[in-house]
C-alpha cells in the first residue's frame, strides 16, 4: 500500500475544501476532522455549516458511546423548551437518504465486488456509496468513520443538531435510512477509544462522563496557519484502482489465500498531510 | 431483539464450558472473557489452555492497539533467549486455518445472505465461520470479537503465545490466513476502547502505555464462585433463525428501507448471565 501510495502523482489528490471540513475539537486537547458531503445531504450540510460558524456545538458534548456501533453528540437537555437555539439554521429539513446529485454520478468509480446491501457499490465525491442504476441513486455507506444526522421515528426528523460517527462493523442496515454528512477523515481514534456508555444504547448515565466538545468550527473560519492541512487520494484515479487491486489480492508472502474480493468498507482511503 | 430472545426457551441457550473459556483479567480491574473453539484449531486451543494453566500470560501485556483493526498480546520481549518459557506446551505448532471436524459439520447453520469472501457463511459450533462445500472445510471469520493467534510470515509460525482480538471492521482477508482459537463473549470494551499506540501497525512505542494482564486462567481452575457464568444462544436454534430474520428485514418503524440481507459479521450472538 505504501508502495502504491508512493508512486502516485501530485493530481491524484485533492485537497481538503476547507469550506466542506469541520473541527471538531474536544476538551481533551484532541482534534477530529470531518469532510462534509454536500452532494449526498445538502441540506443537513448547508445546517451543520451553519451550526459551525455560529457555535451551536461549542460546550456541548459527545454523550453516547455504544461498543461495535456509533458515538453520538449533541444537546443534552431534554426538556425541548430549555434546548439550545439553532440560531440561523433550518428548523425543518427534508430526509435526505438518496441523491440524485449529477457531481455523484461524473465521479462515480464502481467497485467490481459483490455486496448484499446495494445492487452496486463503489465511491462518489471520495465517498464509499451505494448506487442503484434504475433508480439513479447514490447513498453513503455506514463505513466506520460515516458521519449521518441523528433522528427520531419520522424520517424527517432530523435537523443535523445531533450526529453520530461510526466506530464499529459498518452497520449498513442503516444505509437509505440516514441523512448522512460526512466522514471522518483523521481522528477517529480520538471517538473509537472513548469508554461506552452503561445507559441504554450507550448513553453516558452520568452527566459527567459525557467527553466536552470545545468547539467544532468551520475550516473556512479558522485561520489558515491554525488549519489541518490534509489530502486524499482521488477515488477517481488510476493509483486508487491499483490500490484497491492490491488490497482484493494481497500480494505480500504474509497471505497464503487470497481473497479475490473486497468489502465496501475495508477498502481503505489514504488521507496524508498536505505538502508547504 | 429482545421481544425474541424473551421468547425463547431454555434449550435455545448453552452454557459456556469452562474446559473452553478463558478469564482475561486486566490490571486495571475488568474481565475480558474468552470462548475457545477447539473445533477449529485444536493444537492452538491445546496450546492457549497450557498457557493458561501454568500461567504463561500473567504479568505480560496488551501491547498493540491499532485503530479499527486489532489489539493483540503477548510477550514483549524481542531478544529470543529471553523470552517467557512456553512451559508444557508445543513450541511448534501446524497451520490450523481451516478445519474438517465433524462437530462444525453437525452444527453447521447456513446464512442464506450472499458473502464475497467465502462460496458460504453460516455457523459452526456457534461461531460466525465460512464453509466451501467442495473441500469439507470450515473456518472461523474475522469477526468483531474473533481471537487468533498472531504468526509471522510463516504460515506455521504461530504457538498461541500471542494472540489478536478483532476492534474494527472485520478483517475478512485474513480468513483461511490465521489460525483462530475463538472469540470474546464479554468484556469487549476493555479491549476496543485501549488507547491506539503510535507505534508502526499501533505497536505502542512507550513500555508504559501497554495494558498489563494480571492473568488469563481457564474458567475450569478458577472456584465455582468466581466464575463468570454465561450462557450463549444456540446458532443451530429455531429462535435463532428467527432472530436473524428480524435483523435482516427491521420490523421497527424506524427502518423506512429494509435491507433484505445481513452480513455474517453484522450477526448478533446472544450472550447473558445464567440463572442460578
Chains 1, 2 share one sequence.
Not at 470545545?214 to 482521488?234: C, F, G, H, N, Y
Amino acid at each position: 500500500m505504501q508502495e502504491i501510495i508512493d508512486g502516485s502523482k501530485p493530481t491524484d489528490w485533492r485537497p481538503l475544501d476547507p469550506q466542506n471540513t469541520l473541527y471538531m475539537d474536544l476538551a481533551n486537547g484532541h482534534r477530529v476532522v470531518i469532510e462534509l458531503a454536500p452532494h449526498f445531504s445538502p441540506q443537513h450540510v448547508a445546517n451543520a455549516r451553519t451550526f459551525a460558524k455560529e457555535g451551536y456545538w461549542n460546550g456541548l458534548a459527545i454523550m453516547r458511546s455504544q461498543d461495535n456501533f456509533v458515538v453520538q453528540w449533541g444537546d443534552p437537555e431534554e426538556d425541548a423548551a430549555k434546548k439550545k437555539p439553532l440560531g440561523s439554521a433550518q428548523k425543518k429539513l427534508p430526509a435526505e437518504f438518496t441523491s440524485r446529485d449529477a457531481s455523484l454520478a461524473k465521479t462515480w468509480t464502481r467497485l467490481p465486488d459483490v455486496d448484499g446491501w446495494a445492487p452496486q457499490v463503489g465511491f462518489a465525491d471520495g465517498f464509499p456509496a451505494g448506487h442503484d442504476a434504475k433508480a439513479g441513486t447514490y447513498w453513503m455507506a455506514h463505513c466506520y468513520g460515516a458521519v449521518g444526522a441523528g433522528r427520531n421515528e419520522a424520517a424527517d426528523s432530523s435537523d443535523a443538531t445531533e450526529l453520530y460517527v461510526v466506530t464499529g462493523q459498518a452497520p449498513r442496515q442503516l444505509d437509505r435510512n440516514m441523512s448522512m454528512i460526512g466522514r471522518v477523515v483523521q481522528g477517529m481514534e480520538w471517538l473509537s477509544t472513548i469508554p461506552r456508555g452503561a445507559g441504554a444504547m450507550g448513553f453516558f448515565d452520568k452527566p459527567e462522563q459525557r467527553v466536552a466538545i470545545t468547539s467544532i468550527k468551520l475550516a473556512a473560519d479558522v485561520p489558515a496557519a491554525e488549519r489541518t492541512k490534509l489530502e486524499l487520494m482521488r477515488t477517481d484515479s488510476k493509483v486508487f484502482n491499483e490500490l484497491v487491486e492490491s488490497r482484493r489480492n494481497r500480494r505480500d508472502a504474509f497471505y497464503k489465500v487470497q481473497a479475490h474480493h473486497i468489502d465496501l468498507c475495508n477498502v481503505p482511503l489514504p488521507v496524508r498531510e498536505a505538502k508547504g
